[in-house]
């Protein structure tokens, strides 16, 4: 049988090394910013697009990679017999999932097509263990059965400086969000189950950053810790702080400290850091 292939999409936090080593196919989501499109990943960069979202009048689009582009790649692979597993960001996040599985029902080829429930760095958790095993032979019963147990064990909290973004993208309601903005409220959220659970609010930054320091204790304590990501926009040294921490306590674990996508970005607003773990 031949090697199984691994596609993901670029919500998704990789490293350029990890994609080229383990032969992972990227499709790259489709963004807007004030009328102007640009093909995450190709055309604009994380860095650009936060720079973009910072001075665009009205808050950015993304939307999922055209049908097209996911029957092509899906149709490359089939015309080699190659099965393929294509895991994509949480559907309450985006349509991506949604036209994947459309595709897969177009494409000639054996394609399997798995809801992450998570995105970022999360996601390529799920995604890295895929290919690793992709790469030894494993069947897709295995690495099926492996990509649950790592969405399992995986943990994603989110902090939100700013509700600004939050409030334009109708995550929540503009009563709220006036009122919040007044007490300068700062929220903090886990993704659970496809949902955003708040599990802090706090009137400044120092609380994020309490929260967070007892998050990183807690989670450094844990002893199968495989490897923690930390995404952020626009805050580098803030993130830094914290993966300087994780390296200290546990320098065992894999750390990746990068600017996020523009799906979190765009909902998360200016200064977001989260941090995941599996």
Request: glycine share 6%.
């Amino acid at each position: 049988m031949s090697k199984i292939q691994i596609v993901t999409d670029s919500s998704v936090r990789l490293t350029n090394d990890e994609i080229k080593k383990y032969e992972i196919e990227v499709v790259p989501l489709r963004i807007d910013v004030d009328g102007h499109n640009y093909i995450d990943g190709i055309e604009i960069s994380p860095e650009e697009f936060v720079n973009k979202m910072k001075k665009s009048k009205n808050l950015p689009k993304t939307s999922q990679p055209p049908l097209g582009d996911f029957v092509g790649i899906y149709s490359k692979y089939a015309s080699q017999n190659r099965p393929v597993i294509s895991i994509h960001m949480a559907a309450s996040l985006s349509g991506t999932v949604n036209v994947a599985r459309e595709a897969a029902q177009i494409s000639h080829g054996e394609v399997t097509v798995i809801d992450s429930d998570f995105t970022d760095r999360a996601q390529s958790f799920q995604v890295l263990k895929a290919a690793k095993m992709a790469q030894k032979g494993a069947t897709k019963d295995e690495i099926l059965k492996a990509i649950e147990q790592v969405k399992k064990e995986t943990g994603l909290y989110l902090a939100f400086p700013t509700l600004t973004n939050l409030i334009k993208g109708g995550r929540i309601s503009r009563v709220t969000g006036m009122m919040s903005t007044l007490i300068r409220l700062k929220l903090i959220v886990k993704l659970e189950n496809q949902q955003l659970i708040p599990v802090k609010k706090t009137r400044g930054m120092k609380g994020i950053e309490q929260y967070f320091n007892d998050l990183v204790d807690r989670i450094t304590k844990i002893p199968n810790l495989h490897s923690v990501g930390l995404s952020y926009v626009d805050n580098y040294e803030f993130g830094k702080k914290f993966e300087d921490k994780i390296r200290r306590v546990r320098p065992d674990v894999s750390t990746l400290l990068s600017e996020t996508g523009p799906v979190i970005a765009t909902h998360a607003g200016d200064k977001a850091l989260a941090i995941i773990y599996y």
